[in-house]
C-alpha cells in the first residue's frame, strides 16, 4: 500500500496518476473530498489533515510506503504525519524537502525544511529526501500581472534558477517509492536550464503567441505585496524577501544531474511546460485593458 498526501497538489496529482498508470493504485490524504475529483478513479480517497490524529490514523493503517508532504512553515505537521507512520509501522517515507536547505548559510527556507528532515530522521523509518529546486508552476504566479497589463515582475534580475517541472518531481517520488536502494538518500532535483525572469518570459511569450514584458520591482517586497496582496506571514514574507536576494547573487543556476541519473532521461524544459499551459497563459495575456487579442504579436519580450 502506498499513501500519497498533498494528492491535490501540482506534485500529487502527478504523481497519483503516475503511480495509478503503472498499476499502483494509491491511497491519498485529502482535506477536501471535492479537490480530489479529477484523481483517479481507483485511488483511495482518506480525508483528513495533519492537525486530525484519527484522519492521519486512517490515512496511514496498512500503508507500507508513503510520500510526505506537510504544507506551511510548521514543523507540528511533520511531527503528526511522522507519529503516524511510525504507530501504523510505515516502512519507508519520501519527504518532499527544498534545495534551500544546502544552502552556506542556511537561509529562513532551508530552516525550515532542514527542521522536518531532523524529524524524519530521528523517526527511526527509512527514509529518502527529496530536494527539487523552485517548480516551473510558480509562473502561474505571473497571471495577475499579465492580466492587467500583460507584464511579469522580477526582482531577481541576473539571477538565474534551473526550474523543475513539478511532474518530474512526481516521476522521482514514483521511482523511489517503488523501487528498492533509496533509504538513506537525499537527491537535490534541478531542471537543466539555468534562466533569468526575462528569458522566462520571453519562452511563455513564445509559447502564448504574445509579448510579455518584464519589469524590474523597486525593492523584493513589492514583489512579495504582489504575491500575497492580502498580506504575507512577517516570518515568510521575510524568507521569501531573503530568497529574492540570494537568487540574484545567483548567476549560475545551481544544477544537477540526478534526475537523468534516477529516470534514465533528461528533465523537462521550461519551453515544454509553456507549450502546455500556452493556453492559460494567452488568455491571461487577451485580458489586459486595452488589448484586443493576445495572437497580436510573436516577440520573444522579456527587457
Known amino acids: ?29 485529502v482535506r477536501d473530498a471535492g479537490r480530489a475529483a479529477g484523481l483517479p478513479a481507483r485511488a483511495e480517497r482518506v480525508v483528513g489533515d495533519f492537525t486530525d490524529p484519527p484522519g492521519l490514523a486512517a490515512a496511514f493503517a496498512g500503508v507500507e510506503r508513503a510520500f510526505l508532504l506537510t504544507p506551511g512553515i510548521s514543523t507540528a505537521t511533520t511531527a503528526n504525519a511522522v507519529a503516524a507512520a511510525r504507530a501504523a509501522g510505515v516502512r519507508h517515507l519520501v519527504l518532499l524537502s527544498s534545495t534551500n536547505v544546502l544552502g552556506d548559510p542556511m537561509p529562513a527556507m532551508g530552516r525550515w525544511h532542514h527542521a522536518r528532515e ?3 530522521r530521528r523517526s527511526g523509518i527509512p527514509a529518502t529526501i527529496l530536494r527539487p529546486v523552485g517548480f516551473m508552476t510558480n509562473a502561474l504566479d505571473w497571471l495577475p500581472t499579465i492580466r492587467a497589463g500583460r507584464y511579469v515582475l522580477d526582482p531577481v534580475g541576473p539571477g538565474r534558477m534551473t526550474l523543475i517541472d513539478p511532474a518530474d518531481i512526481a516521476a522521482v517520488a514514483a521511482h523511489v517509492l517503488t523501487t528498492d536502494g533509496h533509504a538513506g538518500r537525499a537527491y537535490a532535483l534541478t531542471g537543466a536550464e539555468p534562466l533569468t525572469v526575462a528569458e522566462q518570459a520571453a519562452m511563455l511569450s513564445a509559447a502564448a503567441g504574445t509579448t510579455l ?9 513589492e514583489a512579495v505585496a504582489a504575491r ?22 545567483d548567476t549560475e543556476g545551481f544544477r544537477t544531474d540526478t534526475v537523468e541519473r534516477l529516470l534514465g532521461r533528461p528533465p523537462a524544459g521550461f519551453a515544454d511546460w509553456c507549450a502546455r499551459h500556452s493556453d492559460v497563459f494567452r488568455a491571461a495575456a487577451a485580458e489586459a485593458p486595452g488589448v484586443v487579442g493576445a495572437e497580436d504579436a510573436g516577440g520573444s519580450g522579456g527587457e
Open 1 to 29: 500500500m502506498l499513501l500519497v498526501t498533498g494528492a491535490t497538489g501540482n506534485i500529487g496529482r502527478e504523481l497519483v496518476r503516475q503511480l495509478d498508470a503503472a498499476g499502483d493504485a494509491p491511497r491519498v490524504l
Open 118 to 120: 531532523e524529524i524524519v
Open 213 to 221: 514584458t518584464t519589469r524590474p520591482v523597486a525593492t523584493p517586497e
Open 228 to 249: 500575497f496582496p492580502n498580506g504575507a506571514p512577517p516570518a515568510l514574507a521575510e524568507a521569501i524577501v531573503e530568497g529574492f536576494r540570494l537568487m540574484r547573487a
